[in-house]
């Protein structure tokens, strides 16, 4: 009896059963173990390709290496190489860069809308790691990644004869959302609904990915240029009037130039030359070209003529686009003349530069280079992007905004006029900022529309439709609409043609 009454709670209890430790996913390549930050857990530093290094240096990216054990998830990967930004993030020589980030929320349940993250820059600078997405997470209830991919000469170079001249940095992309496919659900993410967003040159991928086709079912555009020519000296003194892509064949001729400075006449040679030793034409390749097996033909050509994917389509512009642009140029050299902005004019616009400047005339009391952001927010981000929407209308359910706080917290030292709503400003009301990156706080106000951003963004990423219950309607563009939802401490609709003035810059020609 001794006995039968030490062994009946063992009877009674039966034998242990393992517990699921919710730090733990299971990848293909093997376990990750992330962090648990209270109401979301983070795994960070998941290689979703191989390192490019040596031979694979200007190549599509290769599957990444199995692992035994569990990978700690802890730590962010390396920020791809890079000069230190203007904004104050570090520089980085590192290739073996090819790390996503996962942030979910908590608690399990069913599978979560999926939303993947392409980092801004230029095509130059920044990093996913830049961004921590756990507001967004947590308040959406979705799981976002955040990816790095190469960048400039190592992302964008081109060489004659070079399998994916031009688009290794975009085929980055494609793998990791290959890597969605795959892996996702060990995260709490649907493979099945995944949306793609980004802002300004992850916004000019997302362009790309419309025009090539990929494994995602919705995408987010923000402030990017895609579809038409962008002025002369807008994004730097001295830039000609050029257009958001350039052929591969265009830039192979620039790679064998750069080869030949370094007396390379192979690839090879190039392959083995450091990281340090390129830097200085680094940014020689900064942006997207056409032209490879990944990218065949030119996205603008592709969206002009209504042949990119057909996915529901959520897209728009912050109200001052390019005071951002013109602080950073002023910051460098020094605030434009009212001479120059004449000049600039003239090489930009030609012979409409005078009815131009009539529409846009200097005044007292406003510094010129406030006046020629105007000008080139309009023409080069304002007007295109409503007219891009209104084709992405006719195909697909498009929601077009304006981010409108002209408030909203600088990232820029002061400069001679107020930066208002500037390029890149809305992306800080979805994230928070780290790796090296200045987060500045927001007020209550911005934290109210930050919260209605995430609402409207997280509701589009679950269903393709961006209205949630207790938000102000915002109802759908039309092919020829122009009214939009204007995204400020009030959210209003606001006639964004009017606004610009897009019926006149549609008699310009650039």
Request: neutral net charge; charged residues 15%; aromatic residues 8%.
């Amino acid at each position: 009896m001794k006995i039968l009454a030490l062994l009946l709670p063992l009877l009674l209890t039966g034998p242990a059963i393992p517990t699921v430790d919710p730090l733990i996913a299971h990848t293909q390549q093997g376990a990750v173990r992330g962090v648990d930050r209270g109401d979301h857990r983070e795994f960070n530093g998941i290689p979703y390709a191989a390192p490019p290094l040596g031979e694979l240096r200007w190549r599509s990216p290769a599957p990444a290496a199995s692992w035994t054990g569990v990978r700690d998830a802890a730590g962010l990967g390396p920020r791809c190489a890079q000069a230190k930004s203007d904004t104050g993030t570090p520089p980085s020589a590192a290739e073996d860069c090819l790390f996503l980030n996962v942030t979910t929320p908590a608690d399990g349940g069913a599978l979560r809308p999926v939303m993947v993250w392409l980092h801004g820059g230029g095509f130059v600078e920044g990093s996913g790691g830049e961004y921590d997405p756990h507001r967004l997470s947590v308040r959406g209830d979705v799981v976002v990644l955040t990816v790095n991919y190469r960048l400039g000469i190592f992302g964008n170079f081109a060489y004659p004869g070079l399998e994916g001249s031009g688009a290794f940095g975009l085929e980055d992309q494609q793998a990791a959302l290959r890597w969605v496919q795959r892996n996702i659900t060990a995260f709490g993410g649907d493979p099945g609904n995944v949306t793609l967003f980004g802002q300004s040159a992850g916004g000019q991928s997302i362009c790309a990915h419309l025009a090539a086709g990929g494994p995602f079912h919705r995408a987010i555009i923000q402030s990017s240029l895609c579809t038409t020519p962008i002025p002369a000296n807008a994004l730097a003194p001295g830039l000609p009037t050029v257009s958001p892509w350039e052929s591969a064949g265009s830039v192979a001729t620039r790679g064998q130039a750069v080869a030949a400075t370094f007396k390379c006449t192979t690839i090879d040679c190039l392959r083995d030359k450091s990281v340090p030793e390129l830097m200085p034409v680094f940014g020689h390749f900064a942006g997207l070209s056409y032209g490879s097996r990944t990218l065949p033909e030119n996205p603008a050509t592709v969206l002009a003529a209504g042949r990119m994917a057909v996915v529901p389509m959520l897209s728009g512009t912050t109200r001052d686009e390019m005071t951002y642009i013109q602080g950073l140029i002023d910051l460098a050299n020094q605030p434009l003349t009212s001479q120059q902005y004449n000049d600039y004019l003239a090489k930009a616009f030609g012979p409409d530069a005078r009815r131009v400047a009539a529409r846009y005339p200097l005044r007292p009391g406003i510094a010129p280079s406030r006046t020629w952001a105007a000008v080139t927010t309009d023409s080069a981000f304002a007007c295109p992007t409503l007219a891009r929407n209104q084709r992405f209308a006719r195909r697909s359910p498009t929601y077009a905004y304006e981010f409108a706080d002209r408030t909203a917290p600088p990232t820029l030292p002061p400069v001679t006029y107020p930066y208002g709503a500037y390029h890149s400003a809305d992306a800080l009301y979805l994230f928070d900022l780290r790796d090296g990156a200045t987060s500045p706080a927001l007020t209550a106000a911005q934290h109210h529309l930050a919260n209605a951003m995430i609402d409207y963004w997280s509701a589009f990423a679950r269903t393709g439709d961006p209205n949630t219950p207790g938000l102000p309607h915002w109802p759908r563009l039309g092919p020829t609409g122009s009214g939009v939802q204007s995204l400020a401490h009030t959210i209003r609709r606001t006639d964004l043609s009017r606004a610009h003035q897009c019926r006149f810059w549609s008699t310009v020609e650039l």
